[in-house]
Structures are given as structure tokens and as C-alpha cells.
């Protein structure tokens, strides 16, 4: 995780926890001076903490419960009981809060080697996690983010005009309003598969202006490699894009890819490891489509084929190294 997302969480945290301490009562002077001090330290400070305020809303309407009182209750009655309702109308809307606080701090989803995971998010889009990823989701009242620490997850997206979804990686930015889209976070560059709508990268390296984001349309793909964004159209007669998510369903899907690509996608599947003895190998090209239970078998094919020289060693671990020269 970058550094940048690393303090708006320590920002967001800190927000949450005045939150809930001022949702308990008045606080203590000095606690109060304290809060005021912690406002005034960063200008991102205030506007962390009405964002938390606008999720759980206005308590000032909860003065309107009255009506929590019995029915049957005479006037006089009723009376009586409309400070005892606000009360308990308060303390319950402050559990919620503390509840909607810990939404806000972010929920994390992780996988192991060979494992996906299926889940929905509370706005109805829909996530897929690959095998050996890391996500946190932060919902806001403005934005709905997403933290991709590592791995590979493909998005649906529900559409909202109102809270952009904003997927985020330690390189890259990528915002949308509803679409389909596949998100590869590995050893080096982050590659996003576009298979539906549209998505506006940002590389993280570059000034966050409107002329640094790229649009990337159905059908499309954009690779970011340190401050660089490239987006990439297949010519004619190239592999869909939807290949891109096949890992969906168990397959995994190469044209024209760089040996290291499929090597880092390897060790997310096959648990002994797949290594590259030469660092140099990692840019040789590859064409292969195979299962994701297949991996062993498939690179020492493609070992064969590439002319490598592939030892398993005992505890199932493949390294691929240049062939010996032959006499």
C-alpha cells in the first residue's frame, strides 16, 4: 500500500474514533481542546470528520420522536416519555454509527494459493477475488474505494453517478460509474481488462491532473508501469479481453506475454513455487491458455518449447534456467 493511501486511513481512523467519543456525550474540556487542535492540524482533517458525520446523518431530527410513546398515553403522558424516547432513539443511532464507523474503517478480504472468492458489497456491485489477493473496501458517503493491496480481482460495478468507484493500487488509480473490469496487480506493472463501460487510470507517478488520466473503453486494456500509463486496443483477430478474467472459471489465458507474467500468476495457483534462475528470462514471450490445476505440467511444456532448462526439486518447486550450451 502506498504511503499516500496508508495516512488517509490513519486520518480516517482517527476521525472515526472522535466520532464515536463525541456520540457518547459532551466531552471533557481538555478532550474538547484536544479535538479542536486535531482539527486544525491538517486541512484534511475536517473534512474526514463530516464526511463520517453524513453517514449516520442529522441527529437533530431524532427531537421529532415523540411518537416512540405509547399510543394510548395521555397527552400528559406522552409528554413525559419524549425525553426518554430521544434518549433511547440517541443511544441507538450511536451504535449504529459506531457500527457505520467500522464500515467506513474498511473491511478486508484476503485468498490463499489456489483459492478465489466470491462477495457482494452493500451497494450491490459484485467482486471477484483471485488466488494470493488482498483488498480492503472503504465505502464513503461520496465514494465508493477500493484498496488492491496484491493479487487480482474483476469488478461489477453497480452504477452510481453520485459515488464514483474507485479502485486503488500502490501504482495506479482507476475510477468508474459502472462497468466490468479486471484489475492484475503484479510483481511489476498493473495491468486493467476492460470488459464493460469505461474507466478513467491515473498512475499514481504522475500529477494528478485531467490531462494524466487515460480513458479506457470496452474492449481495451491499460498497462501502468511507474509513472507511465499505456493503453492497449488487440488487433484484429487477437484474443478477447474477456480472456483477461478467465482465472474466473479456472483457466488461465497468455498471448504474446512476457514469461514473468505468467510465472507471478503461477505462484498465486501452484504452492511448491514456479522460479526463474535468470532474471533475464522474465521478458521472453509466451502464448498458452491451461488450467489453473494444469500449472506444473504446462511449464515444463513451455520449458521445452522455450529451449529452458526446468528442475523440480523435491519439494515440487520448478526452476527454469538458461539450457547449457551444447558442445
Same mark, same amino acid.
Request: glycine letters at 8%.
Given at each position: 500500500?502506498?504511503?499516500?493511501?496508508?495516512?488517509?486511513?490513519?486520518?480516517?481512523?482517527?476521525?472515526?474514533?472522535?466520532?464515536?467519543?463525541?456520540?457518547?456525550?459532551?466531552?471533557?474540556?481538555?478532550?474538547?481542546?484536544?479535538?479542536?487542535?486535531?482539527?486544525?492540524?491538517?486541512?484534511?482533517? =475536517?473534512?474526514?470528520?463530516?464526511?463520517?458525520?453524513?453517514?449516520?446523518?442529522?441527529?437533530?431530527?431524532?427531537?421529532?420522536?415523540?411518537?416512540?410513546?405509547?399510543?394510548?398515553?395521555? =397527552?400528559?403522558?406522552?409528554?413525559?416519555?419524549?425525553?426518554?424516547?430521544?434518549?433511547?432513539?440517541?443511544?441507538?443511532?450511536?451504535?449504529?454509527?459506531? *457500527?457505520?464507523?467500522?464500515?467506513?474503517?474498511?473491511?478486508?478480504?484476503?485468498?490463499?494459493?489456489?483459492?478465489?472468492?466470491?462477495?457482494?458489497?452493500?451497494?450491490?456491485?459484485? *467482486?471477484?477475488?483471485?488466488?494470493?489477493?488482498?483488498?480492503?473496501? *472503504?465505502?464513503?458517503?461520496?465514494?465508493?474505494?477500493?484498496?488492491?493491496?496484491?493479487?487480482?480481482?474483476?469488478?461489477?460495478?453497480?452504477?452510481?453517478?453520485?459515488? =464514483?468507484?474507485?479502485?486503488?493500487?500502490?501504482?495506479?488509480?482507476?475510477?468508474?460509474?459502472?462497468?466490468?473490469?479486471?484489475?492484475?496487480?503484479?510483481?511489476?506493472?498493473?495491468?486493467?481488462? *476492460?470488459?464493460?463501460?469505461?474507466?478513467?487510470?491515473?498512475?499514481?507517478?504522475?500529477?494528478?491532473?485531467?490531462?494524466?488520466?487515460?480513458?479506457?473503453?470496452?474492449?481495451?486494456?491499460?498497462?501502468?508501469?511507474?509513472?507511465?500509463?499505456?493503453?492497449?486496443?488487440?488487433?484484429?483477430?487477437?484474443?478477447?479481453?474477456?480472456?483477461?478474467?478467465?482465472?474466473?472459471?479456472?483457466?488461465?489465458?497468455?498471448?504474446?506475454?512476457?514469461?514473468?507474467?505468467?510465472?507471478?500468476?503461477?505462484?498465486?495457483?501452484?504452492?511448491?513455487?514456479?522460479?526463474?534462475?535468470?532474471?533475464?528470462?522474465?521478458?521472453?514471450?509466451?502464448?498458452?491458455?491451461?488450467?489453473?490445476?494444469?500449472?506444473?505440467?504446462?511449464?515444463?511444456?513451455?520449458?521445452?518449447?522455450?529451449?529452458?532448462?526446468?528442475?523440480?526439486?523435491?519439494?515440487?518447486?520448478?526452476?527454469?534456467? =538458461?539450457?547449457?550450451?551444447?558442445?
Amino acid at each position: 500500500m502506498s504511503e499516500a493511501v496508508s495516512d488517509l486511513d490513519t486520518i480516517e481512523r482517527r476521525a472515526s474514533d472522535w466520532l464515536v467519543r463525541r456520540c457518547e456525550g459532551t466531552l471533557p474540556p481538555e478532550e474538547e481542546r484536544a479535538f479542536r487542535q486535531w482539527l486544525a492540524a491538517d486541512a484534511r482533517h =475536517p473534512g474526514a470528520y463530516r464526511s463520517i458525520e453524513q453517514v449516520w446523518g442529522d441527529v437533530a431530527t431524532l427531537t421529532h420522536l415523540g411518537a416512540l410513546a405509547p399510543l394510548d398515553a395521555t =397527552p400528559a403522558r406522552r409528554r413525559s416519555l419524549v425525553p426518554w424516547a430521544v434518549a433511547a432513539a440517541l443511544l441507538v443511532v450511536c451504535v449504529a454509527a459506531v *457500527v457505520l464507523v467500522q464500515i467506513r474503517m474498511g473491511q478486508s478480504f484476503d485468498t490463499g494459493i489456489a483459492q478465489t472468492r466470491s462477495f457482494d458489497l452493500p451497494d450491490g456491485s459484485e *467482486v471477484t477475488l483471485g488466488a494470493r489477493s488482498s483488498l480492503r473496501v *472503504v465505502f464513503k458517503a461520496d465514494r465508493r474505494r477500493i484498496v488492491l493491496s496484491q493479487g487480482e480481482a474483476f469488478f461489477r460495478a453497480a452504477p452510481d453517478a453520485s459515488r =464514483p468507484f474507485v479502485v486503488e493500487t500502490d501504482q495506479a488509480r482507476i475510477s468508474v460509474v459502472g462497468t466490468q473490469f479486471d484489475v492484475r496487480h503484479g510483481a511489476g506493472a498493473i495491468r486493467v481488462s *476492460v470488459l464493460e463501460g469505461a474507466v478513467d487510470v491515473t498512475s499514481n507517478g504522475a500529477s494528478q491532473t485531467p490531462s494524466s488520466r487515460h480513458r479506457v473503453a470496452a474492449g481495451q486494456q491499460a498497462e501502468v508501469d511507474g509513472s507511465q500509463v499505456t493503453v492497449l486496443s488487440p488487433p484484429a483477430g487477437a484474443a478477447p479481453v474477456s480472456d483477461a478474467a478467465a482465472w474466473r472459471f479456472g483457466r488461465l489465458v497468455y498471448e504474446d506475454a512476457p514469461l514473468g507474467q505468467l510465472v507471478a500468476d503461477a505462484n498465486r495457483y501452484y504452492a511448491p513455487g514456479v522460479e526463474l534462475a535468470d532474471p533475464g528470462l522474465k521478458g521472453l514471450r509466451i502464448t498458452a491458455a491451461f488450467r489453473t490445476g494444469e500449472i506444473s505440467q504446462t511449464v515444463m511444456v513451455l520449458a521445452n518449447a522455450l529451449s529452458l532448462s526446468a528442475q523440480r526439486r523435491p519439494n515440487g518447486r520448478i526452476v527454469l534456467s =538458461p539450457s547449457a550450451p551444447t558442445s
